[in-house]
């Protein structure tokens, strides 16, 4: 599949080759439309965003604390 998106999942969203093959039959197949994948992609990134910025923020306070 020569997509962005796909590549995006490839190499970094999409763990098992089980989902890979489902993103393929879906776009290959099913035909899913871009605006879709686009839209499921952008909630994935903006899920691991959040969580990487919490978890940023609780460790910015451990590493204050130790150079104190």
Known sequence: VDC????????????SDEEME?????????CKSCDECKMETA?????????HQRRRKLM?????RMLE
């Open 22 to 30: 489902e993103l393929r039959q879906d776009c290959r197949v099913t």
């Open 60 to 64: 910015g306070k451990s590493v204050e």
């Open 43 to 51: 909630a994935i990134v903006n899920r691991f965003l959040r969580k």
């Open 4 to 15: 962005p998106l796909f590549l995006l999942h490839y190499y970094l969203l999409t763990e």
